[in-house]
Protein backbone atom coordinates (compact mmCIF):
# COMPACT_ATOMS: atom_id res chain seq x y z
CA UNK A 1 0.00 0.00 0.00
CA UNK A 2 1.15 3.84 -0.48
CA UNK A 3 1.94 5.04 2.51
CA UNK A 4 0.61 9.08 2.81
CA UNK A 5 3.40 11.51 3.64
CA UNK A 6 1.06 14.24 5.04
CA UNK A 7 3.72 16.21 7.02
CA UNK A 8 4.62 17.85 3.39
CA UNK A 9 5.63 15.32 2.63
CA UNK A 10 5.67 18.58 4.59
CA UNK A 11 11.36 33.68 -4.16
CA UNK A 12 11.24 33.82 -7.21
CA UNK A 13 13.34 37.44 -6.74
CA UNK A 14 10.97 40.32 -7.43
CA UNK A 15 13.80 42.00 -9.15
CA UNK A 16 12.29 42.02 -13.27
CA UNK A 17 13.51 43.14 -16.80
CA UNK A 18 13.33 46.41 -16.80
CA UNK A 19 11.68 46.79 -20.15
CA UNK A 20 9.14 44.54 -18.23
CA UNK A 21 8.62 47.27 -15.50
CA UNK A 22 9.41 50.25 -16.86
CA UNK A 23 11.72 50.98 -13.99
CA UNK A 24 14.43 53.64 -14.49
CA UNK A 25 17.87 52.28 -14.71
CA UNK A 26 21.05 53.62 -14.35
CA UNK A 27 23.87 52.46 -16.98
CA UNK A 28 26.83 51.37 -15.54
CA UNK A 29 30.66 48.72 -17.55
CA UNK A 30 32.62 46.72 -19.60
CA UNK A 31 34.51 47.86 -22.85
CA UNK A 32 34.22 45.71 -25.79
CA UNK A 33 30.49 45.40 -25.90
CA UNK A 34 29.94 44.39 -21.97
CA UNK A 35 27.82 46.33 -19.96
CA UNK A 36 26.21 46.51 -16.74
CA UNK A 37 23.17 48.59 -15.74
CA UNK A 38 21.36 49.41 -12.14
CA UNK A 39 17.87 48.49 -11.69
CA UNK A 40 15.53 49.40 -8.45
CA UNK A 41 12.42 47.07 -8.61
CA UNK A 42 11.03 48.45 -5.05
CA UNK A 43 11.53 50.57 -2.25
CA UNK A 44 9.85 50.75 1.19
CA UNK A 45 11.22 53.59 2.44
CA UNK A 46 14.39 52.20 4.85
CA UNK A 47 15.34 49.95 2.21
CA UNK A 48 15.06 48.68 -1.56
CA UNK A 49 15.77 45.85 -3.68
CA UNK A 50 18.15 46.28 -6.13
CA UNK A 51 19.62 44.61 -9.56
CA UNK A 52 22.67 44.46 -11.42
CA UNK A 53 22.20 43.50 -15.66
CA UNK A 54 25.51 42.38 -16.73
CA UNK A 55 24.84 41.96 -20.69
CA UNK A 56 26.92 40.65 -22.97
CA UNK A 57 26.85 42.52 -26.51
CA UNK A 58 30.12 41.00 -27.91
CA UNK A 59 30.81 38.52 -29.99
CA UNK A 60 32.64 36.27 -27.79
CA UNK A 61 31.42 34.20 -24.58
CA UNK A 62 32.30 35.37 -21.24
CA UNK A 63 33.25 32.93 -18.68
CA UNK A 64 33.34 34.52 -15.61
CA UNK A 65 32.59 38.85 -14.48
CA UNK A 66 33.41 41.26 -11.13
CA UNK A 67 31.60 44.32 -10.50
CA UNK A 68 32.38 46.55 -8.21
CA UNK A 69 29.94 50.01 -6.71
CA UNK A 70 29.81 52.42 -4.25
CA UNK A 71 26.90 52.72 -1.42
CA UNK A 72 26.32 56.26 -0.26
CA UNK A 73 26.68 57.39 3.46
CA UNK A 74 23.63 55.89 5.32
CA UNK A 75 23.40 53.07 2.78
CA UNK A 76 24.63 49.68 3.63
CA UNK A 77 24.00 46.34 2.07
CA UNK A 78 21.14 43.64 4.25
CA UNK A 79 21.83 40.78 1.67
CA UNK A 80 22.90 39.69 -2.14
CA UNK A 81 22.19 37.00 -4.29
CA UNK A 82 23.24 35.41 -7.44
CA UNK A 83 26.72 36.09 -6.94
CA UNK A 84 29.33 35.83 -3.89
CA UNK A 85 30.09 39.66 -2.21
CA UNK A 86 32.85 41.22 -0.23
CA UNK A 87 32.45 44.66 1.00
CA UNK A 88 34.69 47.39 2.46
CA UNK A 89 33.01 50.67 3.85
CA UNK A 90 30.89 51.42 1.59
CA UNK A 91 32.46 49.59 -1.40
CA UNK A 92 31.05 46.04 -3.35
CA UNK A 93 32.40 44.02 -5.44
CA UNK A 94 30.66 41.22 -6.23
CA UNK A 95 31.54 37.95 -8.41
CA UNK A 96 29.83 35.35 -10.30
CA UNK A 97 28.80 32.30 -8.92
CA UNK A 98 27.09 29.82 -10.84
CA UNK A 99 26.23 32.73 -13.39
CA UNK A 100 29.73 33.66 -14.48
CA UNK A 101 28.92 32.32 -18.37
CA UNK A 102 27.29 34.70 -20.96
CA UNK A 103 26.72 34.08 -24.25
CA UNK A 104 26.95 37.01 -26.74
CA UNK A 105 23.45 38.85 -26.38
CA UNK A 106 22.91 37.00 -23.38
CA UNK A 107 22.89 38.57 -19.67
CA UNK A 108 23.08 37.62 -16.16
CA UNK A 109 22.06 39.20 -13.13
CA UNK A 110 22.70 39.38 -9.28
CA UNK A 111 20.13 40.98 -6.17
CA UNK A 112 20.45 42.89 -3.22
CA UNK A 113 18.76 44.50 -0.60
CA UNK A 114 19.91 47.74 0.82
CA UNK A 115 19.26 49.38 3.95
CA UNK A 116 19.24 53.22 4.13
CA UNK A 117 18.57 56.08 6.67
CA UNK A 118 17.47 59.75 5.08
CA UNK A 119 17.10 59.67 1.56
CA UNK A 120 17.64 57.26 -1.13
CA UNK A 121 20.61 57.19 -3.43
CA UNK A 122 21.75 54.83 -6.29
CA UNK A 123 24.89 53.72 -6.17
CA UNK A 124 27.81 54.89 -7.83
CA UNK A 125 31.09 54.19 -9.19
CA UNK A 126 30.17 51.15 -11.37
CA UNK A 127 33.12 49.12 -12.96
CA UNK A 128 32.69 45.93 -14.35
CA UNK A 129 36.02 43.63 -14.82
CA UNK A 130 37.83 47.29 -13.59
CA UNK A 131 36.83 49.09 -16.55
CA UNK A 132 33.33 51.23 -17.09
CA UNK A 133 30.33 49.17 -17.05
CA UNK A 134 29.19 51.56 -20.65
CA UNK A 135 29.82 49.08 -23.51
CA UNK A 136 31.24 51.85 -25.75
CA UNK A 137 34.06 52.24 -23.03
CA UNK A 138 32.79 56.06 -22.29
CA UNK A 139 31.45 57.48 -19.59
CA UNK A 140 27.61 56.47 -18.93
CA UNK A 141 24.59 59.15 -20.92
CA UNK A 142 21.53 59.20 -19.66
CA UNK A 143 20.06 57.23 -21.99
CA UNK A 144 19.42 54.11 -20.74
CA UNK A 145 20.99 51.03 -23.30
CA UNK A 146 19.18 48.19 -24.72
CA UNK A 147 18.67 45.82 -22.25
CA UNK A 148 17.85 41.78 -22.57
CA UNK A 149 15.40 39.90 -20.50
CA UNK A 150 16.69 38.34 -17.74
CA UNK A 151 16.77 34.59 -17.60
CA UNK A 152 14.28 33.21 -15.44
CA UNK A 153 15.74 32.77 -12.59
CA UNK A 154 15.08 36.53 -11.85
CA UNK A 155 12.05 37.13 -13.76
CA UNK A 156 8.23 36.59 -12.27
CA UNK A 157 6.13 34.66 -13.28
CA UNK A 158 2.33 35.55 -13.90
CA UNK A 159 0.44 36.11 -11.38
CA UNK A 160 -1.56 38.06 -8.76
CA UNK A 161 0.58 41.74 -8.06
CA UNK A 162 3.77 39.16 -9.92
CA UNK A 163 3.65 36.60 -6.74
CA UNK A 164 4.01 33.05 -6.64
CA UNK A 165 1.10 31.17 -6.11
CA UNK A 166 2.51 27.92 -5.73
CA UNK A 167 0.65 24.11 -5.14
CA UNK A 168 2.05 21.00 -4.11
CA UNK A 169 0.32 17.72 -6.57
CA UNK A 170 0.06 14.53 -4.59
CA UNK A 171 1.44 11.83 -6.35
CA UNK A 172 -0.47 9.25 -4.53
CA UNK A 173 -3.93 11.17 -4.85
CA UNK A 174 -4.34 9.51 -7.84
CA UNK A 175 -5.33 6.08 -5.87
CA UNK A 176 -8.00 6.62 -2.39
CA UNK A 177 -8.38 10.34 -2.79
CA UNK A 178 -9.34 10.47 -6.39
CA UNK A 179 -7.87 13.53 -6.93
CA UNK A 180 -6.35 14.29 -10.77
CA UNK A 181 -4.58 17.09 -13.15
CA UNK A 182 -8.11 17.61 -14.39
CA UNK A 183 -9.04 18.23 -10.99
CA UNK A 184 -6.82 21.35 -11.03
CA UNK A 185 -9.09 22.72 -14.35
CA UNK A 186 -12.52 21.89 -13.29
CA UNK A 187 -11.93 23.46 -9.38
CA UNK A 188 -10.77 26.86 -11.02
CA UNK A 189 -7.51 26.49 -9.65
CA UNK A 190 -5.37 26.44 -12.59
CA UNK A 191 -5.94 30.28 -13.50
CA UNK A 192 -4.76 31.33 -9.78
CA UNK A 193 -1.87 28.61 -9.76
CA UNK A 194 1.60 30.09 -10.79
CA UNK A 195 3.25 26.77 -10.39
CA UNK A 196 2.85 23.57 -9.32
CA UNK A 197 5.24 20.92 -7.56
CA UNK A 198 4.91 16.77 -8.55
CA UNK A 199 5.44 15.23 -5.03
CA UNK A 200 7.43 12.98 -4.63
CA UNK A 201 10.04 11.57 -6.58
CA UNK A 202 12.80 9.42 -4.10
CA UNK A 203 16.19 9.97 -3.05
CA UNK A 204 18.27 6.51 -3.20
CA UNK A 205 21.30 5.06 -3.48
CA UNK A 206 23.13 8.84 -4.06
CA UNK A 207 20.31 9.98 -6.77
CA UNK A 208 16.94 11.34 -7.72
CA UNK A 209 14.80 7.84 -8.66
CA UNK A 210 11.04 7.88 -9.75
CA UNK A 211 8.57 6.77 -6.45
CA UNK A 212 5.57 5.31 -8.48
CA UNK A 213 6.02 4.98 -12.02
CA UNK A 214 2.18 3.81 -12.79
CA UNK A 215 0.85 6.90 -11.34
CA UNK A 216 3.64 8.64 -12.44
CA UNK A 217 3.67 7.88 -16.38
CA UNK A 218 1.98 4.67 -16.86
CA UNK A 219 -1.54 4.77 -15.60
CA UNK A 220 -4.21 5.21 -18.61
CA UNK A 221 -6.60 8.11 -18.33
CA UNK A 222 -10.05 7.67 -19.74
CA UNK A 223 -11.23 10.66 -21.74
CA UNK A 224 -13.77 11.27 -19.29
CA UNK A 225 -10.84 11.93 -16.55
CA UNK A 226 -8.43 13.25 -19.33
CA UNK A 227 -7.66 17.19 -18.65
CA UNK A 228 -8.42 17.86 -22.67
CA UNK A 229 -11.00 14.83 -23.34
CA UNK A 230 -8.82 12.69 -24.99
CA UNK A 231 -7.85 8.78 -23.96
CA UNK A 232 -4.65 7.80 -23.30
CA UNK A 233 -3.20 5.14 -26.14
CA UNK A 234 -1.15 2.20 -25.85
CA UNK A 235 0.90 3.12 -28.33
CA UNK A 236 4.57 2.73 -28.40
CA UNK A 237 6.67 5.53 -26.33
CA UNK A 238 2.98 6.72 -25.37
CA UNK A 239 3.70 8.71 -22.02
CA UNK A 240 0.24 8.38 -19.91
CA UNK A 241 0.17 8.81 -16.33
CA UNK A 242 0.07 12.10 -14.37
CA UNK A 243 3.03 13.60 -16.45
CA UNK A 244 1.19 13.45 -19.83
CA UNK A 245 -2.18 15.05 -17.36
CA UNK A 246 0.37 17.87 -16.89
CA UNK A 247 2.09 18.13 -20.15
CA UNK A 248 -1.90 18.74 -20.99
CA UNK A 249 -2.27 21.19 -18.62
CA UNK A 250 0.41 23.05 -19.28
CA UNK A 251 -0.72 23.41 -22.96
CA UNK A 252 -4.31 24.97 -21.56
CA UNK A 253 -2.43 26.90 -19.11
CA UNK A 254 0.52 27.78 -20.71
CA UNK A 255 1.30 30.54 -17.74
CA UNK A 256 2.00 27.22 -14.98
CA UNK A 257 5.34 26.30 -14.79
CA UNK A 258 6.21 22.67 -13.04
CA UNK A 259 8.59 21.33 -11.00
CA UNK A 260 9.48 17.92 -9.91
CA UNK A 261 10.01 17.98 -5.80
CA UNK A 262 12.21 15.02 -4.58
CA UNK A 263 12.00 14.11 -0.97
CA UNK A 264 9.47 14.81 1.05
CA UNK A 265 8.61 13.23 4.98
CA UNK A 266 8.89 9.85 3.96
CA UNK A 267 12.14 9.92 1.34
CA UNK A 268 14.25 12.08 2.42
CA UNK A 269 16.57 9.82 4.54
CA UNK A 270 18.75 9.93 1.13
CA UNK A 271 20.16 12.66 0.85
CA UNK A 272 22.94 12.60 2.97
CA UNK A 273 24.16 10.36 0.91
CA UNK A 274 23.22 12.12 -1.77
CA UNK A 275 25.27 15.18 -0.07
CA UNK A 276 28.65 12.88 -0.18
CA UNK A 277 28.53 13.30 -3.85
CA UNK A 278 26.56 16.12 -4.77
CA UNK A 279 27.61 16.26 -8.27
CA UNK A 280 26.77 12.91 -9.40
CA UNK A 281 23.30 13.84 -7.25
CA UNK A 282 22.77 16.63 -9.32
CA UNK A 283 23.81 15.25 -12.73
CA UNK A 284 21.00 11.89 -11.77
CA UNK A 285 18.33 14.35 -10.93
CA UNK A 286 18.83 16.47 -13.76
CA UNK A 287 18.77 13.05 -16.40
CA UNK A 288 15.56 12.15 -14.51
CA UNK A 289 13.67 15.32 -15.21
CA UNK A 290 14.76 15.76 -18.44
CA UNK A 291 13.85 12.21 -19.65
CA UNK A 292 12.76 12.43 -23.52
CA UNK A 293 9.62 10.96 -22.19
CA UNK A 294 8.16 14.01 -20.60
CA UNK A 295 11.25 17.06 -20.62
CA UNK A 296 8.28 19.30 -21.99
CA UNK A 297 6.85 18.66 -18.67
CA UNK A 298 8.69 20.13 -16.07
CA UNK A 299 10.68 23.54 -15.70
CA UNK A 300 12.81 22.52 -12.53
CA UNK A 301 13.25 20.55 -9.52
CA UNK A 302 12.34 21.15 -5.90
CA UNK A 303 14.46 19.29 -3.16
CA UNK A 304 12.48 18.87 -0.19
CA UNK A 305 15.23 17.53 2.51
CA UNK A 306 13.08 16.84 6.10
CA UNK A 307 16.01 18.55 7.41
CA UNK A 308 19.66 18.69 6.74
CA UNK A 309 21.99 18.29 9.73
CA UNK A 310 19.15 17.55 12.23
CA UNK A 311 16.05 14.72 12.39
CA UNK A 312 12.82 14.65 11.14
CA UNK A 313 11.67 11.07 10.20
CA UNK A 314 15.69 9.79 10.26
CA UNK A 315 18.38 12.13 11.43
CA UNK A 316 20.70 13.44 9.35
CA UNK A 317 24.44 13.98 10.21
CA UNK A 318 25.95 15.45 7.05
CA UNK A 319 27.07 18.90 9.02
CA UNK A 320 26.13 22.28 8.34
CA UNK A 321 27.62 22.90 4.48
CA UNK A 322 25.66 19.98 3.03
CA UNK A 323 22.49 21.74 1.84
CA UNK A 324 24.43 24.76 0.71
CA UNK A 325 26.81 22.43 -1.09
CA UNK A 326 23.80 20.23 -2.59
CA UNK A 327 22.10 23.38 -3.82
CA UNK A 328 25.38 24.76 -5.54
CA UNK A 329 25.52 21.18 -7.35
CA UNK A 330 22.20 21.52 -8.50
CA UNK A 331 22.35 24.76 -9.92
CA UNK A 332 25.59 24.21 -11.63
CA UNK A 333 24.46 21.04 -13.29
CA UNK A 334 20.87 22.52 -14.35
CA UNK A 335 22.03 25.80 -15.24
CA UNK A 336 20.29 29.49 -14.85
CA UNK A 337 17.06 28.72 -17.35
CA UNK A 338 15.77 26.19 -15.16
CA UNK A 339 13.86 26.67 -11.53
CA UNK A 340 15.49 25.24 -8.72
CA UNK A 341 14.12 25.70 -4.96
CA UNK A 342 13.63 24.03 -2.05
CA UNK A 343 11.25 23.10 0.76
CA UNK A 344 13.05 24.00 4.33
CA UNK A 345 12.14 23.41 7.72
CA UNK A 346 10.24 26.63 9.42
CA UNK A 347 11.61 26.09 13.16
CA UNK A 348 12.61 29.42 14.30
CA UNK A 349 13.81 28.38 17.50
CA UNK A 350 16.89 29.20 19.25
CA UNK A 351 19.27 26.01 17.66
CA UNK A 352 16.18 25.04 15.98
CA UNK A 353 16.15 23.26 12.50
CA UNK A 354 17.08 26.66 10.24
CA UNK A 355 20.31 27.33 12.72
CA UNK A 356 21.21 23.35 11.85
CA UNK A 357 22.26 23.99 7.84
CA UNK A 358 23.57 27.42 5.76
CA UNK A 359 20.29 28.22 4.22
CA UNK A 360 21.68 31.68 4.04
CA UNK A 361 24.50 30.47 1.93
CA UNK A 362 22.59 28.64 -0.25
CA UNK A 363 19.96 31.26 -1.03
CA UNK A 364 22.04 32.32 -3.56
CA UNK A 365 21.91 29.19 -6.12
CA UNK A 366 18.22 28.43 -5.18
CA UNK A 367 15.24 30.81 -7.08
CA UNK A 368 13.46 30.45 -3.66
CA UNK A 369 12.03 28.35 -0.18
CA UNK A 370 9.18 26.85 0.22
CA UNK A 371 9.27 27.80 3.87
CA UNK A 372 7.18 25.28 5.80
CA UNK A 373 5.11 27.38 8.32
CA UNK A 374 2.70 24.46 9.30
CA UNK A 375 2.73 21.07 11.46
CA UNK A 376 4.41 22.74 14.48
CA UNK A 377 1.38 21.46 16.46
CA UNK A 378 -0.59 18.51 16.20
CA UNK A 379 -1.86 15.09 17.81
CA UNK A 380 1.61 14.03 16.93
CA UNK A 381 1.64 15.09 21.16
CA UNK A 382 -1.69 12.97 22.32
CA UNK A 383 -2.64 14.88 25.38
CA UNK A 384 -2.39 17.99 23.77
CA UNK A 385 -2.00 20.44 24.57
CA UNK A 386 -4.14 22.16 21.94
CA UNK A 387 -2.30 24.67 19.56
CA UNK A 388 -2.72 25.65 15.94
CA UNK A 389 -0.73 23.63 13.86
CA UNK A 390 0.23 26.87 11.48
CA UNK A 391 0.17 30.23 13.80
CA UNK A 392 1.40 33.18 12.26
CA UNK A 393 2.47 34.86 14.74
CA UNK A 394 3.16 33.84 19.20
CA UNK A 395 0.70 34.29 21.33
CA UNK A 396 0.21 33.67 25.10
CA UNK A 397 0.57 30.16 25.95
CA UNK A 398 2.34 28.48 22.70
CA UNK A 399 3.85 25.53 23.63
CA UNK A 400 7.11 26.10 21.82
CA UNK A 401 8.60 29.62 21.48
CA UNK A 402 10.25 29.80 18.08
CA UNK A 403 7.55 27.62 16.47
CA UNK A 404 5.76 29.96 14.58
CA UNK A 405 5.71 31.49 10.87
CA UNK A 406 6.50 35.18 11.72
CA UNK A 407 9.65 33.58 13.82
CA UNK A 408 10.80 31.59 10.69
CA UNK A 409 10.75 34.03 8.56
CA UNK A 410 12.21 36.73 10.60
CA UNK A 411 15.16 33.84 11.48
CA UNK A 412 16.03 33.44 7.75
CA UNK A 413 15.97 37.32 7.09
CA UNK A 414 18.65 37.50 9.37
CA UNK A 415 20.87 34.84 7.99
CA UNK A 416 20.60 37.07 4.14
CA UNK A 417 18.26 35.41 2.71
CA UNK A 418 16.12 38.08 0.70
CA UNK A 419 12.43 38.59 1.25
CA UNK A 420 11.37 37.62 -2.36
CA UNK A 421 13.15 34.55 -2.01
CA UNK A 422 10.59 33.01 0.61
CA UNK A 423 7.32 32.20 0.08
CA UNK A 424 5.04 31.14 2.99
CA UNK A 425 3.43 28.03 3.51
CA UNK A 426 -0.16 27.47 3.85
CA UNK A 427 -1.99 23.85 4.33
CA UNK A 428 -5.34 22.75 2.95
CA UNK A 429 -5.85 20.51 5.98
CA UNK A 430 -6.47 20.59 9.48
CA UNK A 431 -4.94 19.03 12.75
CA UNK A 432 -7.15 18.05 16.11
CA UNK A 433 -7.24 16.28 19.09
CA UNK A 434 -10.04 14.22 20.69
CA UNK A 435 -10.85 14.26 24.26
CA UNK A 436 -10.70 17.67 24.53
CA UNK A 437 -13.67 19.63 26.85
CA UNK A 438 -11.96 23.49 26.85
CA UNK A 439 -12.60 25.71 23.83
CA UNK A 440 -9.88 27.72 23.77
CA UNK A 441 -6.36 26.30 22.60
CA UNK A 442 -4.30 25.21 25.81
CA UNK A 443 -6.56 22.32 26.62
CA UNK A 444 -5.69 18.47 27.09
CA UNK A 445 -6.79 15.67 25.02
CA UNK A 446 -6.72 12.10 24.95
CA UNK A 447 -5.48 11.20 21.80
CA UNK A 448 -5.84 11.98 17.83
CA UNK A 449 -9.24 13.08 16.03
CA UNK A 450 -10.48 10.37 13.89
CA UNK A 451 -10.27 11.32 10.35
CA UNK A 452 -10.77 10.22 6.79
CA UNK A 453 -7.33 8.96 6.02
CA UNK A 454 -5.04 8.76 9.08
CA UNK A 455 -6.30 10.21 12.71
CA UNK A 456 -5.53 13.79 13.32
CA UNK A 457 -5.33 15.30 10.27
CA UNK A 458 -8.14 16.05 8.18
CA UNK A 459 -9.09 18.01 4.42
CA UNK A 460 -10.41 21.31 4.84
CA UNK A 461 -13.24 20.36 2.29
CA UNK A 462 -14.31 18.44 5.64
CA UNK A 463 -13.62 20.45 8.30
CA UNK A 464 -15.48 23.25 6.78
CA UNK A 465 -18.75 21.44 7.01
CA UNK A 466 -17.77 19.01 10.01
CA UNK A 467 -16.03 20.94 12.43
CA UNK A 468 -16.38 24.86 11.43
CA UNK A 469 -14.06 27.56 13.14
CA UNK A 470 -15.28 28.94 16.44
CA UNK A 471 -12.33 31.29 16.99
CA UNK A 472 -9.26 32.58 15.80
CA UNK A 473 -5.67 32.51 17.57
CA UNK A 474 -2.31 33.66 16.01
CA UNK A 475 -3.35 34.72 12.52
CA UNK A 476 -5.28 30.95 12.21
CA UNK A 477 -8.46 29.13 12.79
CA UNK A 478 -9.85 26.61 15.62
CA UNK A 479 -12.62 24.84 16.12
CA UNK A 480 -14.10 22.88 18.97
CA UNK A 481 -17.18 20.54 18.25
CA UNK A 482 -17.88 17.89 20.81
CA UNK A 483 -14.94 16.64 21.98
CA UNK A 484 -13.01 17.06 18.93
CA UNK A 485 -10.63 20.31 18.71
CA UNK A 486 -9.07 21.15 15.71
CA UNK A 487 -7.29 23.90 13.76
CA UNK A 488 -6.90 25.22 10.15
CA UNK A 489 -7.02 27.97 7.82
CA UNK A 490 -10.11 29.45 6.60
CA UNK A 491 -10.68 31.68 3.61
CA UNK A 492 -10.47 34.79 5.80
CA UNK A 493 -7.50 33.71 7.74
CA UNK A 494 -5.28 33.19 4.47
CA UNK A 495 -6.78 36.96 3.53
CA UNK A 496 -4.56 37.94 6.84
CA UNK A 497 -1.65 35.64 5.80
CA UNK A 498 -1.49 36.77 2.20
CA UNK A 499 -1.18 40.38 3.85
CA UNK A 500 1.60 39.22 5.90
CA UNK A 501 3.30 37.71 2.80
CA UNK A 502 3.09 41.47 0.62
CA UNK A 503 3.72 43.29 4.04
CA UNK A 504 7.43 41.63 4.30
CA UNK A 505 7.82 41.61 0.78
CA UNK A 506 7.96 38.16 0.56
CA UNK A 507 7.84 36.48 -3.16
CA UNK A 508 4.24 34.95 -2.32
CA UNK A 509 3.14 32.14 -0.98
CA UNK A 510 2.59 27.95 -1.09
CA UNK A 511 0.44 25.38 -0.02
CA UNK A 512 -0.09 21.51 0.70
CA UNK A 513 -1.65 20.42 -1.52
CA UNK A 514 -4.36 20.64 -4.23
CA UNK A 515 -6.71 17.89 -3.19
CA UNK A 516 -7.29 19.41 0.29
CA UNK A 517 -9.53 22.06 -0.73
CA UNK A 518 -13.57 22.34 -2.22
CA UNK A 519 -14.13 21.38 -5.43
CA UNK A 520 -14.45 25.41 -6.44
CA UNK A 521 -11.10 25.86 -5.07
CA UNK A 522 -12.07 28.03 -2.18
CA UNK A 523 -8.54 28.38 -0.40
CA UNK A 524 -6.87 28.77 -3.41
CA UNK A 525 -9.02 31.85 -4.90
CA UNK A 526 -8.61 33.49 -1.38
CA UNK A 527 -4.91 33.03 -1.57
CA UNK A 528 -5.04 34.37 -5.11
CA UNK A 529 -7.12 37.70 -4.02
CA UNK A 530 -5.36 38.26 -1.32
CA UNK A 531 -1.76 38.54 -3.55
CA UNK A 532 -2.80 40.83 -5.44
Not at 219 to 226: K, L, M, V
Not at 369 to 385: E, I, S
Request: charged share 15%.
Amino acid sequence: MFKFRWHHAAALTAASATVVLGLAVVPAAGAGGVSATFSKSSDWGTGYEGKYTITNGSASARTSWTLEFDLPAGHSLSGLWEGSQTTSGQHVTVKNTWNGNIAPGASVSFGFNVKYSGAYTAPTGCKLDGGSCDATGQPPTTTPPPTTTPPPTTTPPPGPGGKINLGYFAQWGVYGRNYHVKNIATSGSASKLTHINYAFGNVTNGQCVLGDTYADYDRAYTAAESVDGVADTWDAGALRGSFNQLRKLKQQFPHIKVLFSFGGWTWSGGFGQAAQNAAAFADSCYKLVEDPRWADVFDGIDIDWEYPNACGLSCDTSGFAAFKNLSQALRNRFGQDYLVTAAITADGSNGGKIDAADYGGAAQYLNWYNVMTYDYFGAFAAQGPTAPHSPLTSYPGIPQQGFNSDAAIQKLKSKGVPSNKLLLGIGFYGRGWTGVTQSAPGGSATGAAPATYEAGIEDYKVLKTKCPATGTVAGTAYAHCGNEWWSYDTPATIGGKMTYSKNQGLGGAFFWELSGDTTNGELITAMSNGLK
